[in-house]
């Protein structure tokens, strides 16, 4: 049962959900296809499915990243769809605009939780990078003890490092966000992990100033 419309982005609606036979709370990201036709819908579907691979492998290394537990296809309906992990909290962003700027101790804490997130990203068999990272894409939550922990959002237009081949499914998005794309990606060269660790950095300022450093 979809409860309440959380957003929207280029790849997809997110909804927040109740699963009625289990009673659990879960996101629901929608890929509406019906309107894509032939070589469009396949380049959305895969590059959809993809972030679906991501978010599952990575949801199991770092619990600082939302994982995911079903995703499913109903081409003749016109709909795409993933289950993943509802988080109940706040974005940084809005965190940030409310509270200013946050103490040193308590940036520290929560960057070495995105750095975890990052760690698993970076550094596995096969190295990820999220190529939009900033403050709308951690959320701030508690977990089960009460203790603040953040949460790494939105695989949309990661990029499998040095293993991209077809360049159709990361054209879109490869800018980024403005403010914290890394100079490579403004000038639509390769990227690497070192581009996560750029908007990370413009992340830990606004952390630490409750401003951009632009």
Known sequence: RVLKRLGAGSFGTVYKVRDEAGGWIEALKILGVD???G??????RKRFLREAQIMKRLGT??????GLSTY?????AGLIY??????EGRPLSAAVSQEGPFAVERVV???LQICDALIAAHEGPEPVVHRDLKLENVMLATDRDGKEIVKVLDFGIAKIAEKETDVRLTTAGTLGTPGYAAPEQLRAEPVDARTDLFAFGVILYALLTGRDPW
Do not use: C
């Not at 290394?61 to 939302?66: A, C, G, L, T």
């Not at 499913?72 to 003749?76: A, P, S, W």
């Not at 993933?82 to 988080?87: A, I, K, R, S």
């Open 39 to 44: 070589a469009e819908a396949e380049n959305m």
């Open 72 to 76: 499913e296809e109903d081409i003749e």
């Open 82 to 87: 993933f289950l993943m992990e509802y988080v």
């Open 109 to 111: 804490r929560l960057a």
């Open 61 to 66: 290394e770092s619990k600082h990243i939302v």
């Open 35 to 37: 309107r894509l036709v």
